[in-house]
């Protein structure tokens, strides 16, 4: 087994990063402004809306960084991070009509602008399209993994519907949800990148570890800047969370140790939804001292991510995925 030393030199950060997987992006990108074409205008503009909008596109950049990690040379990878981001993106648009969202990544979502009768059919199209690209690759290993993860991410889906407006949803069942939601597609893109390489069944397992513990990571920080952001910086409405009634793990940990005024306060706020007293929870999420828990929970996971990449031998890429473990909790956005 290979380690990583603690003083192993990595790209400084996500933009070092980025440009590392540039000559990747780019194909990818390409690729995936082809493949969102159709002779539907509707989808043509709903889709140059979501290219415009920017993003980091990390999932694609994830796997492409996995495969080059995992010693892969060949081009399978390209259509593979398109899949991906495809998948991610019918996700996004399918919840910002559950969630009636109006701003994501600083503009108006596509439900806004066009309603949720079309984002919800675009968001289909790309689900459709994913698998389209997935059988061109005449790989069943590879449509396992994704058609088991889109059905994972769907359960996600209705899980957290469930737990809307639940003040007595516990840590364990907010990490159900996220593992479907977010986690299960992070793995899959380092996974299928070590799958592509052919790389020995423990290094194929440490790399879909790997996926895991950052989606973990990830999501719990994101989770935490809905309450430590601004939504300049953050590209979405502060306390969105709150406002849709989502008890994730601050909340949970603030009731864990607020007062007994500040938890009836919390409780109500989970229950009914809105950002009446948003300054009052935040100040009693603060007070209770639940973002400290909160992302020293996100940096555990990171330091798991971390953990399983000493399965892999030591290379420029291997480093990149061991910033962007990094990067997952020290971000603002």
């Given amino acids: 087994m290979n380690s990583i030393p603690a003083d ?60 080059r990690a995992a010693g892969y040379h060949g081009e ?32 108006q979502t596509a439900n806004a602008l066009w309603g949720n009768a079309a984002s919800v059919l675009v968001g289909d199209f790309l689900y459709s399209r994913s698998f389209q690209l997935m059988v061109e690759l005449d790989d069943m290993r590879i449509m396992r993994i994704l058609a088991d993860t889109t059905n994972t991410i769907a359960e996600g889906e209705v899980l957290q519907l469930l737990n809307i407006g ?49 989606g973990y990571a990830f999501q719990i920080a994101d989770d935490l800047l809905d309450y430590t952001s601004d939504a300049d910086t953050l590209g979405k409405n502060i306390g969105d969370d709150l406002a849709e009634g989502k008890p994730t793990l601050p909340l949970i940990y603030a009731l864990q140790s607020a007062t007994p005024e500040q938890v009836a306060s919390l409780r109500h706020a ?46 420029p890429y291997r480093d990149a995925l061991a910033t962007l473990a990094d990067y997952s909790v020290q971000r603002t956005f």
Avoid: C, W
């Fill in 270 to 315: 989970i229950e009914h939804g809105g950002l009446d007293s948003l300054d009052r929870i935040v100040a009693a999420i603060r007070d209770s001292g639940a973002l400290e828990r909160t992302r020293a929970r996100a940096e555990a996971h990171a330091n798991a991510a971390h953990e399983a990449l000493s399965m892999l031998p030591a290379s």
């Fill in 76 to 107: 399978q990878h390209v259509k593979l991070a398109a899949v991906i981001e495809f998948i991610h993106t019918s996700t996004l648009l399918h919840d910002d009509v559950v969630d009636e969202s109006g701003l994501r990544r600083g503009r």
């Fill in 166 to 214: 639940n003040a007595d949803v516990d840590e364990a069942a907010y990490l159900a949800v996220i593992e479907r939601k977010t986690a299960v597609l992070f793995a899959a893109a380092t996974e299928l990148g070590a799958l592509l390489s052919g790389l020995p069944a423990d290094q194929v397992s440490a790399l879909r570890r790997y996926g895991m513990e950052l």
């Fill in 8 to 67: 192993a030199p990595r790209p400084a950060d996500f933009a070092t990063v980025r440009a590392l997987a540039d000559a990747d992006m780019r194909r990818i990108d390409a690729l995936i402004r082809t493949r969102l074409a159709s002779d539907v205008v509707l989808i043509n503009q709903i889709a140059e809306h979501i290219i415009a909008g920017g993003g980091k596109r990390l999932r694609p950049m994830l796997h492409a960084l996995a495969a």
